[in-house]
């Protein structure tokens, strides 16, 4: 496969450095290639690297290591021919739609004439036809999108690189526009000869692509590459397709598996956030994991179980709007995840059960036992005379493990979470925690003791 490949990736990694020893991993050694003839997706939940993976194989950037080539020789010596098609529709609005699609072309330098018949043949493709003096504002999302992808295929690009094109599409747009590109490429209307395709949504995963890649994260690495043994059209009602969206759901809630020790220059090794002091704290909020919780109780068997796939569906969940309360919920032993499914807790029964003081009560519990961070900052303030202490200080011990946008949303989430379980304050203005007045540690203190 390797020896036809338009793209291949050798141990491509990306990190950043830190002031310290230590770097930030972002994308583990990952090898990899873009063939002929195939749609390839890439899942993964959120911040395992997918659309840094996207750049670097696209050649926009270099990575930290490793090599990106493009039929055989280094990416960065090449004049590559790939385009890419954005989430947001990233359109010129002083343009029309015509002016949009030709852009590029007159970007390369080619002549008016060709200009001119190139984008007209894609603006009839891709259904823009009578749309063409209109300007952005003018257009649906739908519509604008078409624009988006009418300008990615005027270039005639050997791959089409598409970094979640449907996710801000409504439900019906997105299908429709998912059903035109697929016979596009089924009917060899556009001249493209492999599609790169960065997704949350699963199903879209397993209706579209020849072979799906899921990543793991912290940092991103490959959980599992395989290809779909389904012909188009593809039934989402039929027991395969629902088998391999049920496996995909398996892969994406499993623990990691023992990860292989990562190679660097000069013997220096990068911190591998699976192996990390801190906790990565899922981005969740309190009353997302008691609902969830609620209902995980109403919608489980005897034995308090449910299907994550099913959960998410009869929920209207995207896999990454409920995988974070999910191992929320994990984190503070409140369920488990066991081969795709949940299994709530006692504890998380209890918890679900009780009324909004008791739960304060519970979570306070389970996030001084189960999370690092919180535990520092009550233990910080409680041995400072003034019971105060500043952000910085944990920012600080932060950003040795985490980026600096993640340190950041870490420490939100660890603000979030502590006041609700009354274990803190936080004041923005002074960007300090601060201990409760005495009566409230005191009453706290108590409750805790009964």
């Known amino acids: 496969m390797a020896d036809d490949a338009i793209i291949r990736a050798a ?13 930030i991993q972002v994308i583990a050694p990952t090898s990899l290639s873009i063939v002929p003839g195939e749609i390839v997706a890439l899942l993964g939940p959120s911040g395992s690297g997918k659309s840094t993976l996207l750049r670097m194989l696209a050649g ?19 004049p590559i021919n790939v385009s890419i098609v954005f989430q947001s529709f990233a359109l010129f609005p002083w343009l029309t739609v015509f002016e949009n699609i030709e852009a590029p ?7 008016p004439a060709e200009r001119r018949e190139r984008s007209f043949k894609i603006l009839n493709t891709v259904g823009l036809d ?27 690009p050997e791959v089409l690189f598409m970094d979640e094109p449907f996710s801000a599409l ?4 997105a299908e429709n526009l998912r059903s035109e590109l697929l016979e596009l490429w089924e009917k060899k209307t556009i001249p493209t000869e492999a599609v790169f395709l960065v997704t949350h949504n699963i199903e879209e995963a397993v209706l579209l692509a020849d072979r799906i890649i899921v990543l793991g ?21 039929a027991g395969p397709f629902t088998q391999l969206v049920d496996y995909i759901y398996k892969v994406l809630t499993r623990p990691d598996v023992t990860p292989e020790v990562p190679r660097f220059e000069a013997g220096r090794q990068i911190r591998d956030q699976r192996q990390m002091r801190y906790e990565m704290l899922p981005h969740a909020r309190p009353g997302g994991i008691a609902g969830l919780l609620e209902m995980l109780i109403d919608m489980s068997d005897a034995n308090g179980r449910a299907d994550i796939y099913r959960l998410a ?4 969940f995207e896999i990454d709007d409920l995988l974070p309360i999910v191992d929320a919920a994990q984190l503070l032993c409140f369920l488990r995840v066991e081969e ?3 299994a709530i807790t006692p504890e998380g029964r209890v918890f679900a059960e009780s009324g909004i003081l008791l739960q304060k009560q519970l979570f306070r519990k389970a996030a001084v036992e189960h999370v690092l961070l919180l535990r520092q900052i009550t233990r910080a303030l409680d041995s400072k005379s003034d019971h105060t202490v500043p952000e910085e200080f944990f920012l600080d011990m932060l950003d040795e493990q985490f980026s600096d946008e993640e340190t950041q949303r870490q420490l939100d989430t660890a603000i979030n979470w502590g006041r609700y379980a009354e274990l803190f304050d936080f004041d923005g203005a002074r960007r300090r925690f601060t201990l409760p007045e005495d009566e409230e540690v005191e009453e706290i203190r108590e409750a805790d003791a009964e």
């Open 217 to 237: 994260r912290n940092p991103g690495h490959v959980r599992t590459d395989f290809k779909v043994q389904l012909a188009h059209p593809r039934d989402r009602k």
């Open 130 to 156: 009578g749309f063409q003096s209109a300007y952005p504002k003018e257009l649906s999302g739908g519509m604008r999108q078409r624009v988006g992808f009418a300008r990615a295929l005027v270039v005639e």
């Open 60 to 78: 926009l950037s270099e990575p930290s290591g490793g090599e990106v080539f493009w039929h055989g020789k280094p990416i960065r010596t090449q």
């Open 170 to 173: 409504d439900v019906l747009t």
């Open 340 to 342: 795709g499914d949940v």
């Open 105 to 111: 072309l007159k970007a390369r330098g080619m002549g």
């Open 11 to 23: 141990n491509i990694e990306k990190y950043y450095a830190q002031p310290s020893e230590n770097r």
């Open 313 to 316: 569906d009869e929920l209207a």
